[in-house]
């Protein structure tokens, strides 16, 4: 059965994550955490739950400031994020996990490796970048920062498209494209911007500028990298998988041909196919 996904705020106001716990009675499956990535939701694997609940209970997560889960505060570092996954899975009253994150998502999981690495079964990471960015991008993320601090907005729902354009453009050299796949019509004067443009450029100052591959050298629990192909679009290049492959030599590294960035969604048969054959293994 579905349980109910929801969010609600503790009494010590901590944010428990809006999600969905796909979960049959009495089930001892072991439990596969799934963590979207940046502008997305956990409404991007909804379509492999039938691919894999009869292998695992799932726990799909809306990460602070996405999906349903509120945007509090600025605080989005990687620790941050992987701190409210354990407030939720303390809340569920879940010890042991797999653990699977998409790009930010990896992020999160490889935080959450370092903190809990006692919680861990087996972890996968898919196609999310290694090494630590320029200084110069830095620079410029700080540039968007205060600009997304000086347009942040009170609702995602607006007149029109051309209102939306207005706040992400600035912010989003790629915006017509975010118009085409991150807005919802839901009447003839009311649209839904699907993410928070503040959250995503806070995430990107502060998220991204650390190599996590630390949390990796120091743990023990079986890791697999799912790598998109280069020619199509992933965010691994080279010179980070020579990095893997030096410092976590015990990483199983596995390239899905013709795939894009979101390899669970250009090509799902064979993420749920090797998703499984290497928990199982």
């Known amino acids: 059965m579905f349980r109910n996904s ?21 089930s001892q499956k072991p439990v596969l955490v799934m963590l ?11 379509p492999l739950i039938p691919a894999l609940r009869s292998h695992f209970d799932l726990l799909l997560i809306d990460q602070r400031g996405h999906g349903l889960t509120p945007a509090e505060g600025e605080d989005y570092t ?23 994150g998409h790009s930010m998502g990896g992020r999160t999981a490889l935080m959450f490796g370092a903190l809990f690495p006692e919680m861990i079964d087996k972890m996968i990471i898919e196609d ?9 991008t830095l620079e410029r993320d700080l540039e968007k920062l205060s600009l997304a601090r000086k347009s942040r907005v009170p609702s995602l729902i607006f007149k029109s498209k051309e209102e939306i354009f207005e ?30 443009p503040d959250v995503s450029v806070l995430y990107g100052y ?7 591959t630390f949390a990796l050298t120091e743990s023990k629990f ?26 976590v030599p ?16 250009t090509h799902p048969t064979e993420f749920c196919e090797s998703l499984i054959a290497f928990i199982k293994s």
């Open 206 to 212: 502060q998220g991204n500028y650390t190599d996590l």
């Open 36 to 46: 979207h990535g940046l502008l997305s939701s956990h409404e991007t694997f909804l």
């Open 78 to 100: 990687a620790e941050r994020m992987a701190r409210d996954v354990f407030e939720l899975l303390d809340y569920l009253k879940i010890t042991k996990i797999i653990i699977l």
């Open 6 to 26: 929801y969010c609600v705020l503790r009494k010590d106001n901590k944010i428990i994550l809006h999600h969905q716990y796909v979960k049959d009675d009495k």
């Open 128 to 136: 999310m970048g290694i090494h630590q960015r320029q200084e110069r």
């Open 222 to 247: 079986p890791v697999m990298l799912l790598i998109a192909d280069p020619k199509v679009g992933s965010a691994l290049t080279p010179k980070c998988i020579e990095h893997i492959k030096t410092h």
């Open 167 to 196: 706040v992400i453009s600035p912010l989003f050299p790629y915006a017509k494209d975010l118009l085409k796949t991150k807005v919802v019509m839901l009447a003839p004067d009311k649209f839904e911007l699907k993410f928070w």
């Open 250 to 265: 015990r990483a199983i590294l596995h390239p899905i041909a013709k795939s894009w960035h979101n390899i669970h969604k």
